[in-house]
């Protein structure tokens, strides 16, 4: 299981011109190879009159399953492009399809390659690009008086506190990454000498998005 990885929150659309040649991305979080196949049929129903809709997408941890299509243009000048654009970037689960409607000037080998790439990352640069973060709830149970001291140990470790609830204690509901948890529960007991209690609930996939903490069930 992977600790971060980029992924696509929300889908974008971009459009460049090459020698009169439109050139429209459209980029596509999915889940599965099935997401991605149905995705690009979509497009290809949308863009019926296009001279083409070239795709690639990746899908899994490790990028597990690549697949892209030149559909009809020269051999590698434009799905293997997009596809290099994605693993370039590490954008997991994504799908982008490029369809061009041919401007009457023929662009070459080299300025195909360099037509479907542009378009791509224009698509992935309008498109909301967020890391997922895996890790767990914890939930800390605290006095008031050591509250301030945990206080300053999360914001100085980046962690968002979710809901607070002030009663006669203070229970504080945070996200923390995996890779961070041990240390910062020890510097939490070592901090309040021991006296807060802590509680480990769900592992998660979370992000931050537009300063608010998302929670993924990967």
Request: proline share 2%; with cysteine; aromatic share 8%.
């Amino acid at each position: 299981m992977l600790l971060e990885y980029k992924t696509v929150y929300k889908g974008g659309e971009a459009e460049i011109i090459e020698k009169k040649s439109r050139f429209i991305a459209i980029v596509q979080p999915i889940e599965t190879e099935e997401d991605a196949l149905e995705f690009i049929e979509q497009v290809r129903k949308k863009h019926w009159s296009a001279t083409h809709n070239c795709f690639a997408y990746t899908v899994g941890e490790r990028f597990e399953i690549q697949r892209c299509s030149d559909d009809g243009e020269p051999s590698g000048t434009a799905g293997k492009p997009m596809l290099d654009v994605l693993l370039g970037e590490k954008i997991h689960n994504v799908v982008v399809v490029v369809t061009r409607y041919f401007g009457g000037t023929l662009l070459g080998t080299g300025g195909l390659v360099r037509a479907y790439s542009k378009a791509t990352q224009e698509g992935i640069a309008v498109s909301k690009i967020i890391t997922k973060m895996h890790g767990c709830k914890l939930q800390i149970t605290t006095d008031y008086t050591g509250l301030g001291k945990i206080q300053y140990i999360l914001g100085q470790s980046g962690i968002t506190v979710l809901e607070p609830i002030y009663t006669d204690k203070v229970v504080l509901n945070v996200l923390v990454p995996e890779e961070n948890e041990k240390n910062l529960i020890a510097e939490i007991v070592e901090g309040t000498n021991g006296q807060a209690l802590i509680e480990k609930g769900e592992e998660c996939y979370f992000s931050k998005i537009d300063g608010e903490m998302v929670i993924f069930q990967d």
